[in-house]
């Protein structure tokens, strides 16, 4: 790195995104997400799993062998399952997952549960050795985050092709990297409004504390971006268990998130009100005129890489971020 040699670049500058650390080399497979009606795509890497992993700034031997039987093993199991399959439908999948208690960030376990019972079938037809099948099976089977990629990588479609709509105030990007948060506006181009991220707050697990914690990580947040997440929270009142707070938190949580978002997704309905759908589309006018911030469910990263995952819990961007960027358009829409 320091030899100028190796290059890097944020994940959202190629249409991708990645939880955490976001880590995507140039020999890491990928979901290809297809944005049907908009005409683009966009690109996540295959979830790890749990313990010391890649996302969370592990590199020792057992982490590079298990991206290398990701590589060599896993990717191809579920990419020709895939092809068998004719592809997975994601906005059907994320529908169906909210309305069994997922809310597409933090919780995944109904979303994991349906991807791995859509490509069962054809895991199966796949010709490759069993052994191989089955490690593609107990991956499925253990990991409840194998979804949350996916699911990602369809949110950033979503908000692609939202991007670049003159004198628009919708988000189309939030994302951190442990130092600063960063917003993209459809109608300002690709610039970043950016100011130091906060420290999220929630529950630790056991021998760890709010010390131990790093800056707000990871493009996940792109799922609150398209009005999943802590916006469909009313969705998932069981994930309050981790990430601290009530059912009716939950609740609130998607209530509030009304206030500063244009629409509601009909295609996202929430049980508990009635099927009505999640808030979309946030305004950075709402927000400042409000004073309401997004809300993010998130996973806590220890400060020192390679530790892992310390806790989870809630977290929202920086104020400075909506201010700068109304102010940016003010000026624009001024010339």
Not at 255 to 267: G, H, R
Not at 307 to 319: F, K, M, N, Y
Request: aromatic share 6%.
């Amino acid at each position: 790195m320091e030899s100028g040699r190796v290059r890097f670049d944020p994940c959202h500058h190629h249409a991708a995104v990645g939880p955490m650390a976001g880590i995507v080399s140039p020999s890491m497979p990928v979901y290809v997400v297809e944005n049907r009606a908009g005409g683009n795509r966009a690109y996540s890497t295959l979830n790890e799993g749990y313990g010391k992993v890649l996302r969370y700034g592990a590199y020792s031997p057992e982490v590079l062998e298990r991206l290398r039987w990701m590589e060599d093993t896993l990717a191809p199991a579920i990419g020709r399952a895939l092809e068998l399959a004719g592809g997975v439908d994601m906005k059907v999948l994320i529908a169906q997952a909210l309305q069994m208690g997922d809310e597409g960030h933090n919780r995944n376990r109904a979303g994991s549960a349906l991807l791995g019972r859509l490509l069962a079938p054809h895991l199966v037809r796949t010709g490759l050795p069993t052994e191989q099948q089955s490690q593609a099976f107990r991956y499925l089977a253990d990991n409840d985050l194998v979804a949350l990629n996916p699911v990602m990588a369809a949110c950033k479609a979503t908000m692609d092709a939202a991007h670049g709509i003159p004198a628009s105030t919708l988000v189309t990007t939030m994302a951190r990297n442990g130092t600063e948060f960063g917003i993209r506006v459809s109608g300002l181009g690709d610039r970043w409004f950016v100011a130091p991220a906060e420290t999220p707050r929630g529950l630790y697990f056991p021998g760890f504390t709010a010390a131990d914690a790093n800056p707000d990580v990871g493009d996940s947040a792109i799922t609150e971006t398209a009005g999943i997440g802590a916006f469909a929270m009313a969705a998932a009142p069981a994930i309050v268990t981790f990430v601290s707070g009530t059912a009716r938190d939950a609740l609130a949580s998607t209530l509030e998130m009304y206030e500063i978002t244009l629409a509601e997704n009909p295609a996202f309905g929430i049980p508990a009100l009635d099927f009505r759908g999640t808030p979309t589309g946030i305004d950075i006018r709402k927000v400042v005129r409000t004073g309401i911030l997004p809300r993010i469910n998130t996973g806590i990263a220890h400060r020192q890489p390679g530790v892992g995952q310390i806790g989870a819990g809630l977290v929202r961007p920086p104020s400075a971020c909506f201010e700068q960027a109304v102010a940016a358009m003010a000026e624009a829409l001024a010339r």
